[in-house]
């Protein structure tokens, strides 16, 4: 657990340094319809095309993020003496409501969007968490 706290800082401070560098992606084409398809799942976005990467920082910080509360939503269960099925599927709903809950904070923003492909790295995030959780000594 002590390495999922120091990559994610390693990745805060790297965001950190990188923000001002990125600049504005060549291709509009898929932005545009991933629009097209974040309306259907997610409701409208006013209008506005919205720049998002399958392969950002913040794509690694979904997925350390949804490891770490994975792993310590597990190790809460199993403390409270949770069998092991129980636990990792619990650890799973609470992995999965911190995330879906993160991104419907971000479509009620008017600077952020709701991000299907933030769900994702979640969801590999929360994959990664219960191999590492199911193969713990119990």
Known sequence: MTLLVGAYLVVNL?????????????????PRAYNLAQFAVAGPTLGSVVEDSW???DKVKHFF??????????????AARVNHRSALAGAI?????????????????????????DLTW???????????????IR
């Open 65 to 78: 993020m949804s490891a770490f509360i994975e792993s310590v939503s597990y190790s809460a269960l199993q």
């Open 93 to 117: 709903g609470v992995t999965a409501a911190f995330g879906v809950g993160r991104e419907i904070h971000d479509s009620r923003n008017p600077k952020n969007h709701f991000s299907i492909k």
């Open 14 to 30: 790297v965001y950190a340094q990188m923000a001002e560098v990125r600049g504005p992606p060549t291709s509009h084409l898929l």
């Open 122 to 136: 979640d969801a590999i995030g929360a994959g990664a968490g219960v191999v590492l959780s199911s193969h713990t």
């Open 55 to 57: 392969f950002g920082v």
